[in-house]
């Protein structure tokens, strides 16, 4: 039963459904999302390699944490791009605006993790 602001009571049950509906959000863009899936292929590859090459817990900490945030970010970009097709698919000024900062906040963060990997790694090896 929600409370008087329409909050579900807080407890088990509800970190159970909001874990639930985090699940559901992750499978969604794995069955839809070539993006997504090729970035979670990259990150199932690289985040080993990012553990056993970072020293120290921060090195390790920045070396997957940066693929994290691209994950994060490509899951904020794909639900951008639902509501704007929700709307129709007919093109809107707006709506490419919108669609094209999403993806250029998920290039962003793919620079973070080159500039991450490249300031931890390239030291060692040079």
Do not use: C
Request: proline fraction near 4%; charged fraction near 15%; hydrophobic fraction near 55%.
């Amino acid at each position: 039963m929600a409370d008087e602001f329409g909050h579900l009571p807080r407890g088990p049950a509800r970190i159970f459904k909001a874990a639930k509906w985090s699940m559901q959000g992750l499978r969604a863009a794995w069955l839809h999302e070539s993006s997504f899936r090729l970035e979670v292929y990259l990150f199932v590859v690289l985040a080993p390699l990012g553990w056993w090459a970072g020293q120290t817990g921060v090195e390790r900490a920045l070396l997957v944490g940066s693929m994290l945030l691209v994950l994060s970010v490509e899951l904020l970009n794909s639900a951008v791009e639902a509501v704007i097709e929700r709307y129709g698919p007919e093109y809107h000024e707006l709506a490419g605006r919108a669609k094209d900062m999403g993806s250029a906040a998920v290039f962003v963060l793919m620079m973070n993790v080159l500039l991450t990997w490249g300031a931890i790694l390239l030291p060692r090896v040079l």
